[in-house]
C-alpha cells in the first residue's frame, strides 16, 4: 500500500534530471568563464529584465558568440557550451 507514495520522488526528479541532460557543457565551469569575462559590460540584470533579448537557446548561443568577440578571449565551442548551459540553467531556463 506504501508502494505509490514512495514512486512519486522518482517520478518528480527523472524528468527534471533527463531536461538538465540535453544540454552539453559545464555550468560551473560556465560560470568560472562567466565571472572572469562577462561582467565588465553587463551584470545580470540584462537576463532578468522584462524585455530581455534572447527567446531561444539558439538566440543565446548566438549572443554568446558576438559577446565574445568583443571580449578579449576567444570562446572555443566547449568553453561556449559551458556559457550557455550557466546562463540557461540560472536565467533563460529555455527547454
Ligand atoms: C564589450 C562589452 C560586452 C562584453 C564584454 C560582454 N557583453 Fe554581453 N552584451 C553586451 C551588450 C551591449 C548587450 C546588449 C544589451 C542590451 O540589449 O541592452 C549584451 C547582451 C548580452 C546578452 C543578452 C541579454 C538579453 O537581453 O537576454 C547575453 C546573454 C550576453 N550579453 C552574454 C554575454 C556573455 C556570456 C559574455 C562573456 C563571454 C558577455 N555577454 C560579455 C556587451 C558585452
Redesign the pocket.
Known sequence: MLKPIVLLPVLFTLPLSAMAATLPGDAANGKK??DA??????NDS??K?Q????KSLEG?KE??GS??H??N?T?AKPQVND?VKY?NDTY?KFK
Open positions: 568563464l562567466y569575462n562577462c561582467t565588465s559590460c553587463h540584462v537576463y529584465r524585455d530581455r533579448q534572447i543565446l549572443q554568446i559577446c565574445g568583443m571580449t578571449i570562446l556559457l546562463l533563460y
